[in-house]
């Protein structure tokens, strides 16, 4: 396997993905592609683009919220941090990812509650 054509792959069809959805990735090329590249390994060892940053539980229901892009199955808690959990998204508005905090689930969902957010409608 070609990592750079597979990040390249990984790249394009996840644009499209997340695009939709209100999110772009991170403007930190260097971030970016440091994160794909750890998808591309994490796909050849298990066979799925897993989040770089979360464990798997060996559960499969369980860990197919946390293949890549996972946003839809965090939705409210990334849209409250306006980012995905290891940056490699962003809300299309955001310039400046290095100033977006991360925050327990608990606490965006309660954030998220506060500003009348639900799942359909997102931030």
Not at 8 to 27: E, I, Q, S, W
């Amino acid at each position: 396997m070609n990592t750079e054509s597979r990040k390249a792959a990984l790249r394009y069809y996840f644009a499209r993905v997340v695009d939709p959805l209100g999110f772009k990735f991170t403007p930190d090329e260097e971030i970016a592609d440091f994160l794909l590249e750890q998808e591309v390994k994490l796909e050849h060892d298990h066979g799925m683009p897993y989040c770089p940053c979360q464990g798997r539980t060996e559960d499969r229901a369980q860990d197919m919220r946390i293949v890549c892009p996972c946003i839809p199955y965090h939705r409210l808690h990334f849209d409250v941090m306006k980012r995905c959990w290891c940056g490699l998204y962003v809300h299309k508005d955001v310039t400046d990812p290095d100033s977006l905090p991360q925050i327990s689930e608990a606490r965006a969902l309660a954030i998220a509650a506060e500003r009348g957010m639900t799942e359909t409608k997102g931030g």
